[in-house]
């Protein structure tokens, strides 16, 4: 017999309204949650939880997310100081802290990794119970280009002997439309739920900049073109307006960063059904301007947000007033650890976005951008019981999603923890 749960709330934000809802109940049966409502009646052999002192939400989902490091700090280093073995557990041991901070499903697109496969261990290990963790959307590897950021060879360049070496194990890494064909075949054969392009390069990486286009036209059409015919999303790593409006006319389905995105564009992607992440983490120092911060980022980065502050800033501007369905996403790899998924809602508030946009985001938006909708995002009979808890006022606190108070994961109650360095910020 399946176990009943009985959760009162105090507020209840369902991801569907754009409301506070008082007075709710949830009834969860084993799995799934089964009715929602304020005179929901408590069966008797029901466990009933109390959160009527919090906020309750959807479990909330990170749509990019690297996984494979273990400290931002040492990130270059991990990429070739780590084994394979070692980024796999990285991987694992950060679904599971964000699990504890209430994020309940995560989107990894492609890794700072020369095999990038562990990923998909991981997901399925998860999904068969063997570990605990959020679950997991992945594009293990991403589709990439000799000398663009997605090539992590980058740091070898002065030793071409190491560099091609190691380049050699980054199978989607190549060049040619064919190449790529092939690639994304291989992709999808070895479980990748969706397709992740390298388009431009990026503020990460030492030697390109994020205006620079990195694969042929010819390329991003195949690729796109192919993932299509296999049944699977693409998205692309993408900044400026002329290779946004490239991948929109090859009919791509969602795009990260565009960060520096104008108002036609963003109408462009709008009326096309494009979604975007816009990923607001990494550029904060550079949007609301602290240059203190920024000396704590590597040197390019550094460079790069000096250097393009002002056409983020305006940007950062155009996302906030766009119409495009917009996802909830963090790239942390230059400030904060992967799994402190909350660092994105302070940024969304700090920039005015407005709690339920982001709240939104955070939950039915990205169900939908991880082809997840019928089962996750929502609080609603029938989806999996992936509930969170929140003591902090979610409209006014920038900081409430640091502070996870309650978890559950398809009707399994977690313990939380709350961010290190929240009383830091």
Request: with cysteine; glycine share 8%; aromatic share 10%.
């Amino acid at each position: 017999m399946e176990k009943l749960t009985y959760i009162i709330c105090g507020k209840l934000y369902n991801g569907i309204d754009e409301e506070f809802k008082e007075n709710q109940k949830i009834l969860v049966k084993g799995k799934y949650i089964v009715a929602v409502g304020n005179d929901i009646p408590q069966p008797e052999d029901a466990e009933v939880i109390d959160l009527s002192d919090v906020t309750v939400t959807p479990g909330m989902i990170d749509a990019h997310m690297h996984m494979d490091y273990y400290d931002w700090h040492t990130i270059r280093q991990e990429v070739y100081s780590c084994s394979e073995e070692a980024k796999t557990l990285a991987i694992l041991r950060t679904a599971q802290k964000c699990l504890s901070r209430g994020f309940t499903t995560v989107r990894h697109p492609g890794g700072a990794s020369t095999s990038g496969l562990g990923v998909l261990d991981v997901k399925r290990a998860i999904e068969k119970g063997y570990h605990t963790g959020a679950r997991i959307v992945a594009a293990a590897r991403f589709m990439c280009t000799p000398g663009s950021h997605g090539d992590m060879t980058q740091h070898f360049a002065s030793n071409p002997a190491v560099a091609y070496a190691l380049e050699g194990r980054m199978q989607t890494l190549g060049s040619g439309p064919y190449f790529f064909e092939n690639a994304v075949r291989e992709e999808i054969k070895l479980g990748s739920d969706f397709i992740k392009i390298m388009g431009t390069g990026g503020f990460f990486t030492p030697n390109d900049s994020p205006i620079q286009q990195q694969l042929s036209d010819e390329e991003m059409e195949m690729i796109i073109r192919t993932a299509h015919e296999w049944g699977k999303t693409v998205t692309a790593h993408v900044y400026c307006v002329e290779h946004i409006r490239k991948l929109a006319k090859y009919g791509i389905d969602g795009m990260e960063h565009c960060s520096l995105i104008d108002e036609d564009t963003a109408d462009l992607l709008a009326d096309q059904g494009i979604y975007i992440v816009p990923t607001f983490c990494p550029y904060e120092e550079a949007v609301h301007y602290d240059p203190v911060k920024i000396q704590t980022k590597q040197p390019e980065f550094k460079a790069k947000l000096e250097y393009y502050k002002d056409a983020l800033q305006a940007g950062r501007e155009v996302i906030k007033n766009c119409k495009c369905k917009l996802g909830y996403g963090t790239d942390l790899v230059a400030t904060h650890q992967n799994y402190e998924s909350g660092y994105e809602y302070k940024a969304w508030m700090e920039s005015g976005m407005g709690g339920f946009r982001a709240l939104h985001a955070a939950t039915k938006v990205n169900s939908e951008i991880l082809e997840l909708d019928d089962k996750i995002g929502t609080i609603e009979p029938g989806k999996y019981a992936d509930i969170a808890g929140w003591g902090r006022d979610l409209l006014i606190d920038p900081k409430a999603l640091l502070d996870c108070a309650f978890v559950m994961k398809e009707g399994v109650v977690y313990p939380t923890e709350i961010c290190e360095d929240i009383d830091q910020e």
